[in-house]
């Protein structure tokens, strides 16, 4: 039966929210294997998405051009009929004024004709042009798929390999969440969230915060080590915890343990020294 929020004492909290920690931080290190390569492969897949609605674009204006070409082919072929129409009745015209309407209007159509022939010519240009483009871009989409291909294989094999360890570790981290108060794991994780390093909670390393290396004041640290309440960093905001509590060995500690025994010189006497001492006892 789990214990009531009452009855858990500090040290055990904080003891529970560095075991979270070391857990969360393992999953990070699992997760900076990628690399950028999620980043990668996010940044392709945007790339690819903006050069195929580029793509569409360039079909859409190469279908107007080429309906612009058609609109003109029959605006010419209009002008055309009308005229051989006005020729027609060049014969039949009874004074100066007719002929010169009629005149005026077959000028007229066949300025109409020259423009609308420079402009399919233009519309033919640019539909060229649009297609050279509309070339270039698909070569640029196979070329950035098989990047992306490349990517998402070299990620899925990182991936494969750390999924089941992660999955692991998920287990253990939601397990642990369960037996923080609510509060503290809150405000733990939007520390955790807001530092640099994802550090929420770290230990006194050389009477100084584990986490912005600023120096502690000796009876702060005292409160630390004497596990009664939670301490935060007055710099960082990180939670602050004891190391002998995080399981951590200072400095200091493993000096002294790798330091080597010094032996007790011991005074052996030998036989002519002994011998010695007698002879000189006999004098005396």
Partial sequence: MAKKESEISVEEKLSTLYQLQTTLSAIDEKRALRGELPLEVQDLEDEIAGLKTRIEKIENDITDFQQAVVQKQGEIKEAEESVE????????????????????????????????????????????????????????????QQALEEKKNELDEIMLETREEEQVLKAKAEELETKIDPRLLSSFKRIRKNARNGLGIVYVQRDACGGCFNKIPPQRQLDIKMHKKIIVCEYCGRIMIDPELAGVKTAVEEVVEDKPKRKRATTRKTAASKKSEESETKLS
């Avoid at 060049?90 to 066949?110: A, C, G, H, M, P």
Wanted: glycine residues 0%.
């Fill in 85 to 144: 129409r006005y020729k027609k009745q060049l014969d039949e015209v009874r004074n100066n004024r007719e002929y010169d309407t009629l005149t005026k209007e077959i000028e007229f159509q066949s300025l109409e004709i020259e423009l609308c022939n420079k402009k399919i010519r233009e519309a033919n240009v640019k539909v060229e042009d649009k297609k050279r483009e509309l070339a270039r871009t698909n070569d640029l989409v196979a070329d950035r």
